[in-house]
């Protein structure tokens, strides 16, 4: 499966934005949809995963009650929508694809668990 993220920019601290992943190649009915972030000088983290086969979505504390990720498995996204941004989401976004599935409760998942990779989106947050 190829993925495509989108819908980065820059938005005023307070701001919101919608991103999001579409993807090609396979079913993305067969996928579990994560969404990871990386700021300058630091290791990528886990944002949070749709999980394929039950609906069950997972989302990191740091952005837990501002962000939430949705999925359209017939027009193949996933979104990620961000509210009440703050600088400190300043990041590049990357959305990433798996086979595997994940129950609740998994509030953060290693880049390794993810096979398929799209290319980032930078989000710009001003304070």
């Known amino acids: 499966v190829q993925l495509q993220a989108s819908g980065g920019g820059l938005v005023q601290a307070g701001g919101s934005l919608r991103l999001s992943c579409a993807a090609s190649?396979?079913?993305?009915?067969?996928?579990?949809v994560g969404w990871f972030r990386q700021a300058p000088g630091k290791e990528r983290e886990f944002v949070g995963v749709?999980?394929?086969?039950?609906?069950?979505?997972n989302l990191a504390d740091s952005v837990k009650g501002r962000f939430t990720i949705s999925r359209d498995n017939a027009k193949k996204t996933a979104d990620l929508q961000m509210n009440s941004l703050n600088p400190e989401d300043t990041a590049v976004y990357y959305c990433?694809?798996?086979?595997?599935?994940?129950?609740?409760?998994?509030?953060?998942?290693?880049?390794?668990?993810?096979?398929?990779w799209g290319q980032g989106t930078l989000v710009t947050v001003s304070s």
């Open positions: 990433a694809a798996t086979r595997g599935r994940f129950s609740s409760g998994h509030n953060s998942l290693h880049p390794n668990s993810f096979a398929y």
């Open positions: 190649g396979g079913p993305l009915s067969l996928y579990s």
């Open positions: 749709t999980s394929w086969g039950g609906g069950v979505t």
